[in-house]
């Protein structure tokens, strides 16, 4: 059988590409981790995150909470080696190829269309959340509820 990602992508609607190995990941939530601190920093308390997976812990106060994932500033550079990584992926390549003709990328963050400079090249979105999440599954629709 042969099911190349384009075929797949347009028969369910969706095509799961696996682009990062573990390094990358881990340096992906580093990335996060070091902005979270400077944000610390910047509102001048003394936390220091020292594992992402910890930000539910923090003592933070909730208006803290909203300058940390205010729309603004919820975003990471994207190094080289990530960039190169998805661009060059071939089930990413090929789906773009099957649908729009081309594989030339851009990989853009956009934070707000109504403010100036809140598109920026080669950023990504964050989301810094303090969550209770529930998992339920159904046979047929799997459903996550997040709850902040």
Known sequence: ?????????????????????????????QEVNDKLNSFCKELNNNLKLKNLKNYHK??????????FVKNSSRYIKLNSKIIKKIKLNKKFVNILKNFW????????WVGSLEKKNSIKKNQARMLAASTTIFHMEDKKFPIRIIKH
């Open 1 to 29: 059988m042969n099911h190349t990602p384009a075929k797949f992508f347009k028969k369910n609607g969706y095509c799961i590409i696996n682009l990062f190995n573990n390094e990358i990941i881990e340096n992906i939530k």
């Open 58 to 67: 923090l003592k933070i106060t909730e208006n803290d909470h909203k300058y």
């Open 101 to 108: 003709g081309h594989s030339n990328t851009s990989i853009t």
